[in-house]
DNA sequence: GGTCCGGGTGGAAACGATTACATCCGATCC
DNA sequence: GGATCGGATGTAATCGTTTCCACCCGGACC
């Protein structure tokens, strides 16, 4: 492997000048430029990622912290941070799927000195483990997290109102036993859809009953389990809202398997839009989050932070969510849903 | 930051002797260790890992390049090389999402350095490709890929004979009109499970039809516009194969929508056996395939590679498929179906 | 009792870049 | 015509490790 130094002989320069030239840094005659571009591609040279990170103290590398991951969801997300690491030359070293706190907190530390960034998606992680466990300066971006300290940046999704709206809208069509599918226990958008689903009630007058919170993990085998209890109950609700489309669909093949026919005996609603829920029978009803934005967005918080020479004040930003009304729940889809729908 | 000097001088020791302590090599006495083992400890030192990696030319690192990426395959490939990269102590660099060619060799040559070795899943790149843009002795693994040259290793599937078994169960339910929707063009996948549909159909003395081999890319989208198409012959199959279950998803929905019903009026069967196949309605027959196995027995490969001191022979891996028979493919489950099935 | 051995330790040379600082030199200004 | 300036270039320090080699020293061996 050719070195800098290796360039500079064969051009006949000293290594400080091919540096110039290689990073377009300082004035460099036209002539000479021109020559040690020429000789470095000849020689194949590629600077020493190590060497220049060591002097630098810098790795042109994003972190991202990942819970154990569920399908689509995960790889739209890492698709959206993906390619606005790219667009800003960016690497991205990733970790997922760890299965405790101490895993997630060993996975923190390992990123130390590997990255100029991080962005963590780890609902099961308090602020304490992260001071601990990281530089003090890390640039750091929070994705659906549960932690409210203001001492990160943060982005999140409008699960509340996106829960809220589509139990309102299921209120709308003449429900008023709607059993909500929980999400995974200690997760924050979890449990976010599920104050969402609360309020909702609430609102309209209606008393929540424990019998119709059913718990879940995001899993389709979950939302299969919980509808089928939904449908042995001696009164049984007339709608199910999952705290995700894995689980709504889950829920879908074990109200078939009950003969329960959908939306007639009982309509369903899921939450995140993921491209299959329209591939549905019948087609699911959701809260469309826009994953791959979600993914972007966090991207260039952090590489803003990355970026700033002072520290920056903090950031807390939140992205909206769409009703998506299509026929598992039932109801004529009103002008105002067919909007929604064609987007 | 405490460096390896600062923490040599807190203990009265040279950077050496710490050095040794910190990697576990050569002797260092019970008492010394333990001081050091504490002076560090209590500082909080954490080797640099630029520096480390200057000097040792490897980064435990390695490098993952996959394709614009779909959906649940894809997040359960990484899983896998993330599992075993972890278990072995390596971290994880993933670039995705190339839109074309040049983007995926940038991609490559941007990992020089930054990997010991390299997973990669890139159905449009060829050998010279990627002996031009990388490293002469970087460890590194095909996966699924169209490369048939054997200086590489690689790993892949039981395209053919999964979708060759998928057929010819298809034709001893009695179906002579098979259609298939391809996969996407220049995939390896796509193209060697077209092949095992075009011989279980010569096996079978059935003859090809071009109307009935339809074009798809993977996406449910084109899916559902492949069966749309079928319905509308007017020599309608009884069977459609889809390349992958998304696709077939599609294709249900597409079929549901013209009225057509499965299984009877046209049976459905896809390739994956992603999770949400057996949700579907009717449950949907597929090709299983240990997609996450894939990615670990890839990382197990590139790593004794990466460990090896001398240039190994090289390898070239086939794994398994299993037929997954469900109802979305009709006919009475065979003994033999369900003892498939409780696999 | 000298020689040899090997465990324990330290000194210092790498590794391959970036960059502060010094130097040179021709052009410009007064 | 000398002072000044700034573009072009080189020298060398620096980043934080690993590791080769040398050294010391106590015990075993002959």
């Known amino acids: 492997m050719a070195t800098i130094k290796d360039v500079a002989r064969e051009a006949g320069v000293s290594v400080a000048t091919v540096s110039r030239v290689i990073n377009d840094s300082g004035p460099v005659s036209g002539e000479t430029r021109r020559r040690i571009r020429d000789v470095a591609t000849r020689m194949r040279f590629t600077p020493n990622v190590a060497a220049r990170s060591l002097i630098t103290a810098r790795t042109t590398t994003l972190g991202v912290l990942l819970p154990d991951l569920y399908g689509e969801f995960f790889s739209e997300v890492i698709r959206g941070i993906d390619q606005a690491a790219r667009r800003n030359g960016y690497h991205l070293l990733v970790s997922s799927s760890h299965a405790d706190r101490a895993e997630t907190e060993a996975a923190l530390r390992a990123m130390r000195g590997r990255v100029d960034g991080l962005i963590i998606m780890s609902p099961d992680l308090d602020a304490r483990a992260l001071v601990h466990n990281l530089p003090e300066r890390l640039p750091l ?80 085998e979950s939302g299969y389990q919980a509808a089928a209890e939904l449908a ?90 769409v009703l998506v009304i299509r026929s598992s729940c039932g109801g004529s889809a009103t002008a105002d849903d067919a909007r929604r729908r064609a987007q």
Chains 1, 2 share one sequence.
Do not use: C, W
Request: glycine content about 8%.
């Open 232 to 321: 042995l109950l001696r009164h049984r609700p007339t709608a199910v809202f999952a705290a995700n489309d894995s689980m709504a669909i889950g829920a879908m093949s074990a109200l078939r398997d009950a003969g329960v026919s959908i939306p007639d005996e009982m309509a369903v609603a899921g939450f995140d839009d993921i491209p299959i829920a329209r591939y549905m029978s019948p087609p699911l009803s959701s809260v469309r989050v826009p994953i791959g934005e979600l993914g972007e967005r966090a991207t260039e918080m952090v590489l803003d932070k990355v970026r700033a020479k002072t520290p920056q004040v903090r950031r807390r930003e939140t992205l909206a969510t």
């Open 141 to 220: 971006v929070l994705l659906n997290s549960a932690i409210n300290d203001v001492a990160f940046d943060a982005l999140t999704i409008q699960n509340f109102r996106g829960a809220s709206a589509m139990v309102r809208h299921l209120i709308g069509l003449g429900h008023r036993r709607i059993a909500m599918i929980r999400g995974a226990a200690r997760n924050h958008d979890a449990s976010e859809r599920l104050r969402g689903y609360r309020a909702a009630l609430k609102r309209a007058g209606i008393e929540r009953q424990s019998e119709l919170e059913r718990t879940g993990d995001f899993t389709e």
